[in-house]
């Protein structure tokens, strides 16, 4: 077996991570890697405490599950909450930002995004990310759940 290059690698992570999220609309992954090693991990699912739809089903709004915190707000929050600081960090994850996720990523300090999946339309955020200097790299996956 051939030594996965670090994209694989974390790719592989936040594969595996996506697999703990309780809301099956979208299993997403996520990472906040600095220097090579992983400071947060995040997954889809409900707020701490709160029931989850795997359990319940879905709160739909609008045509979104308004109950799922997002993976990469879970990762962000994780640094916050922990200490760890996202400047100049990468961020791994298994699907393309939404809009809210995008605007935070590019708050955080975020350096660089490399994502595995295309999600809806995502001109918008990537015009806001090229405007904020993230680089972005697809990296492509496949993710059977």
Request: glycine share 8%; aromatic share 8%; proline share 2%.
């Amino acid at each position: 077996m051939a030594r996965p290059s670090l994209d694989q690698y974390f790719m592989e992570i936040a594969k595996l991570t996506s697999s703990r999220g309780t809301c099956d609309r979208r299993y997403v992954g996520a990472l906040v890697v600095r220097d090579r090693h992983i400071i947060a991990t995040g997954y889809n699912g409900s707020v701490s405490g709160d029931v989850h739809c795997d359990e319940v089903g879905h709160k739909m709004e609008n045509g979104h599950c308004i109950r799922t915190v997002h993976a990469e707000q879970n990762a962000l929050i994780q640094c916050a909450k922990y200490g760890e600081s996202t400047n100049t960090t990468l961020l791994y994850v298994t699907d393309f930002p939404c809009l809210i996720c995008t605007k935070l990523i590019i708050q955080a300090g975020i350096a660089e995004i490399v994502y595995g999946r295309e999600y809806g339309d995502t001109a918008y955020a990537k015009e806001l990310l090229a405007n904020a200097g993230v680089t972005v790299r697809y990296f492509p996956i496949t993710i059977e759940k």
